[in-house]
């Protein structure tokens, strides 16, 4: 059978296809879906496959299934099976010659008449037609006719299964074997996958992972991007930790060179110059300010180069005999002390212009030689000395490091003195005094005692240290003990006696070498006011620095002794307290 592509009639060899085209080239051709004329044929041929495909697709399935229907069980055609397609091939082409429609309105939105319903309508027409033949041609009316001999109960042409009217094998094949009909019903249930990834629903499995590997190929590709734009990402960041660590070593190497600059300024190191440079550029600055006559600047530059020539101190800050003006002051006045305990006789030295700031450690070790000179025990050890400037102090410390005492305190003073501003503390008073074979030791009261941040030990120690001598003594002692050396971070001061107040509190006798002859003189007269003594006085509340260390004498060493100390110097402690 041959169906005639443009107006769907159906006919039985090639001479009457032949005829009927002829018909249809003489005549004008019409689309028999959207009513299209005044084209070729070849032209209609080629609109109809490409502008109604799908409904010249759907025409060829109804005429399948109508075929396997109505066929013979000896897959012979008959004039019934040839009847069936006539009224398919008929009833379709009415059906698209009632709808007409151009190419792009069966492209919009607008064409609301659906796959589902158009091939439920063209079946419904089909069993009309059919129905009314049956009753034209008596196949209906007795049970048991040739119709049901000939024909049997419809066989589903996918599946096999049998059913007993044509309707429900209809409603079978739209239901069961739509998907194979390429025509999705809206009263079909089947399963409806989801993607995962996207939301994107899918009737068939298979798409949806096809659908998902093409999500998983497209996440691997920008996943690969990502670890290239990652890994550049790294690298930047990268280089710019190296260049923030870079820029913060220098910053830090900056900061530690200006600290150690400015420790150096501190203590003296910075190669400025020492004392006789520091005498000299301050006196210049009294000339320029004309606090001093340059008459007085070249009597005073020639008394300290004759001082540094010879070794000893001009004597130019030093006041004595103020130990005895506080026996005579303690002896009249003072109603509140109850006991005072005195040192020897001690002079007082304070900072000139040449060691202003820098100099208190050099000031408090004059003091307390000249109290050693004064006393007859240590004749054997200080024979033949006087009370040395701050240089030929300074010489003295390198000659005992020379010898070999506390070689790790000279090498952070870089074995030298001479010609700086260096600081010196309580070691190297001490190691001066012993190489001088005077025999002394450290205290180290490296923490509070107290409360408040207070030294009561501290108070303690020096009492005991003065009070052995006079025990059931009068209320003013003048012990032969020698002043005690007090240090704390960033300043040093002598200890030239204590008092104990009816009360019961304790007082340190304190001289500093930052308080001028001036004032010290003051005590001097012979109605001294208790006023003058404020600068002397140091109450346990005065006294709140973190740590504090001591040098006291004990005697005169001998050679041996001397050597047996250098050697305990090598590694050198302290006594600590508490």
Same mark, same amino acid.
């Given at each position: 059978m041959l169906s005639c592509d443009i107006c769907g009639e159906t006919v039985t060899s090639e001479p009457d296809m032949k005829a009927h085209l002829i018909v249809h080239m003489e005549n004008e051709i019409v689309c028999p879906f959207c009513k299209l004329s005044g084209v070729s044929y070849d032209e209609m041929c080629f609109h109809i496959e490409t502008a109604h495909f799908e409904q010249n697709t759907l025409e060829r399935n109804f005429e399948r299934i109508n075929t396997v229907q109505f066929g013979t069980s000896d897959n012979k055609k008959d004039n019934t099976l040839q009847c069936g397609m006539?009224?398919?091939?008929?009833?379709?082409?009415?059906?698209?010659?009632?709808?007409?429609?151009?190419? *792009?309105?069966?492209?919009? @939105?607008? *064409?609301?008449?659906?796959?589902?319903?158009?091939?439920?309508?063209?079946?419904?027409?089909?069993?009309?037609?059919?129905? *009314?033949?049956?009753?034209?041609?008596?196949?209906?009316?007795?049970?048991?006719?040739? =119709?049901?001999?000939?024909?049997? $109960?419809?066989?589903?042409?996918?599946?096999?299964?049998?059913?007993?009217?044509?309707?429900? +094998?209809?409603?079978?094949?739209?239901?069961?074997?739509?998907?194979?009909?390429?025509?999705?019903?809206?009263?079909? /249930?089947? $399963?409806? =996958?989801? &993607? $995962?990834?996207?939301?994107?629903?899918?009737?068939? =499995?298979?798409?949806?992972?096809?659908?998902?590997?093409?999500?998983?190929?497209?996440?691997?590709?920008? #996943?690969? +991007?990502?670890?290239?734009?990652? *890994?550049?990402?790294?690298?930047?960041?990268?280089?710019?930790?190296?260049?923030?660590?870079? @820029?913060?070593?220098?910053?830090?190497?900056?900061?530690?060179? !200006? !600290?150690?600059?400015?420790?150096?300024?501190?203590?003296?190191? /910075?190669?400025?110059?020492? %004392?006789?440079?520091? #005498?000299?550029?301050?006196?210049?600055?009294?000339?320029?300010?004309?606090? +001093?006559?340059?008459?007085?600047?070249?009597?005073?530059?020639? /008394? +300290?180069?004759?001082?540094?020539?010879?070794?000893?101190?001009?004597?130019?800050?030093?006041?004595?005999?103020?130990?005895?003006?506080?026996?005579? %002051? =303690? #002896?009249?006045a003072a109603t509140d002390v109850r006991q005072v305990w005195l040192s020897s006789v001690v002079d007082h030295f304070h900072s000139s212009l040449g060691d202003k700031g820098w100099g208190c450690g050099y000031r408090n070790f004059q003091m307390l030689l000249s109290s050693l000179l004064q006393n007859d025990a240590y004749d054997d050890c200080l024979k033949g000395m006087s009370v040395p400037c701050i240089p030929k102090i300074q010489s003295m410390i390198e000659d005992a490091w020379k010898e070999g005492f506390d070689?790790?305190?000279?090498?952070?003073?870089n074995n030298r003195?001479?010609?700086?501003?260096?600081?010196?503390?309580?070691?190297?008073? %001490?190691?001066?005094?012993?190489?001088?074979?005077?025999? &002394?030791?450290?205290? /180290?009261?490296? @923490?509070?005692?107290g409360p408040l941040g207070t030294h009561p030990r501290l108070f303690e120690w020096i009492l005991n240290y003065y009070s052995s001598e006079g025990e059931g003594s009068p209320k003013v002692v003048c012990t032969s003990k020698p002043p005690i050396y007090l240090q704390h971070q960033g300043h040093s001061r002598t200890v030239i006696g204590i008092e104990e107040k009816k009360n019961g509190t304790l007082c340190l006798l304190i001289f500093d070498p930052g308080c001028p002859s001036r004032e010290m003189q003051k005590l001097l007269k012979q109605d001294v006011e208790a006023s003058s003594l404020k600068q002397l006085r140091k109450s346990m509340g005065n006294l709140k620095h973190k740590q504090y260390q001591i040098v006291a004498v004990e005697g005169a060493l001998s050679p041996e002794e001397k050597v047996a100390r250098r050697q305990d110097s090598q590694v050198f402690t302290a006594e600590k307290i508490p």
């Open positions: 006539e009224v398919n091939s008929s009833i379709l082409s009415g059906c698209a010659s009632n709808h007409p429609k151009n190419s *792009s309105q069966c492209l919009t @939105k607008d *064409s609301t008449v659906k796959h589902e319903t158009f091939y439920s309508e063209n079946l419904t027409e089909s069993r009309k037609f059919l129905k *009314s033949r049956e009753k034209q041609s008596g196949l209906t009316e007795v049970k048991g006719s040739v =119709y049901e001999t000939t024909y049997g $109960p419809p066989e589903c042409p996918f599946c096999g299964k049998i059913e007993e009217h044509s309707e429900d +094998m209809e409603t079978h094949v739209k239901t069961t074997h739509a998907n194979l009909l390429d025509i999705p019903l809206e009263d079909c /249930d089947q $399963p409806l =996958y989801d &993607c $995962p990834m996207c939301g994107l629903i899918c009737t068939n =499995y298979h798409i949806l992972q096809e659908h998902v590997d093409l999500h998983l190929e497209e996440n691997s590709f920008c #996943q690969g +991007m990502d670890r290239v734009q990652c *890994s550049g990402d790294l690298q930047l960041a990268h280089q710019l930790q190296q260049e923030e660590d870079r @820029k913060r070593r220098s910053e830090e190497s900056r900061q530690e060179i !200006e !600290e150690f600059q400015k420790l150096q300024r501190q203590y003296g190191l /910075d190669n400025s110059g020492g %004392y006789k440079q520091q #005498q000299l550029r301050n006196m210049e600055i009294e000339v320029n300010r004309g606090r +001093m006559p340059p008459s007085e600047f070249h009597r005073r530059k020639a /008394d +300290m180069m004759e001082s540094l020539a010879i070794g000893i101190d001009d004597g130019k800050t030093k006041t004595s005999g103020i130990i005895e003006a506080l026996h005579r %002051y =303690y #002896q009249n070689p790790q305190g000279a090498s952070q003073l003195l001479q010609g700086t501003k260096a600081w010196i503390g309580a070691c190297e008073v %001490y190691i001066l005094l012993t190489s001088l074979r005077v025999k &002394c030791h450290i205290v /180290d009261f490296h @923490k509070s005692t």
